[in-house]
């Protein structure tokens, strides 16, 4: 036989679950703002990295196309001496000069070939960044506009639970239990009461005692011996 206590205890109960719902939904909606604005920044912070990268590498190459001009540069002055080169002796350092040059300006340009290969791959990825970016914010401003508009209706059924709480709390006898219970619900919310089932506070899963059961079937307002939770009978 289930007291009249315990079926109202057991309908706070079911009200306290819905209120912790309720605040949870209505906490999630800035945290999902949040989530997907940090996401936009994440985008926008990559996009920055990338152009700094490129802009980088295009100092390099701008720095190894004036390398390579003074290679030219002394390359056709090392060659002018070979022409007039009066001996053997000249004529064979100079050609070997002109072996070194011509070998330090095709690694020049292999580096400078490379450099431009990485500027069209990181444009490459800049662009793909950017249309990433684009999505995020419309879905960022998505979440916003969902969420300031489930707002209303959220705090509409906040507020109704809270007042439904408030007279289903009314059932708790004053004193020391009403005190305990307030504790609890400051720090649990629906944790402040359980169920008990198979003769177990569903709350610690601890066994009730006989003594214990039956007060409570008869319509007395006790706590778990273990959790302090109020009890009330499945």
Known sequence: ???????????????????ADAEAAIADGPRSVGVSEKQVAQAEQRIEEQKAKIKQTRKS???????????????????????????????????GQIANIRGEREELEETALAAMEEIDTTQATLKTLETELENRRQAAKAVKASTEAALPELQTNLESLKTQIAEAEKV?????????????????????????????????NCRVTNQDLVRIRTGEFLRCRECNRGLYVV
């Open 61 to 95: 190459a701008d720095e190894l196309n004036l390398k390579l001009k003074t290679k030219e540069s002394e390359l056709r002055k090392i060659e002018g001496q070979l022409n007039a080169a009066t001996s053997n002796k000249e004529f064979d350092i100079f050609k």
């Open 172 to 204: 708790i006898p004053g004193g020391e239990g009403l005190s305990a219970y307030r504790r609890l619900r400051i720090a649990n919310g629906s944790g402040a009461l359980a169920g008990i089932e198979d003769d177990f506070c569903e709350g610690c």
């Open 1 to 19: 036989m289930v007291s009249d206590l315990s079926n109202a205890l057991s309908q706070l109960h079911r009200l306290l679950m819905k209120l």
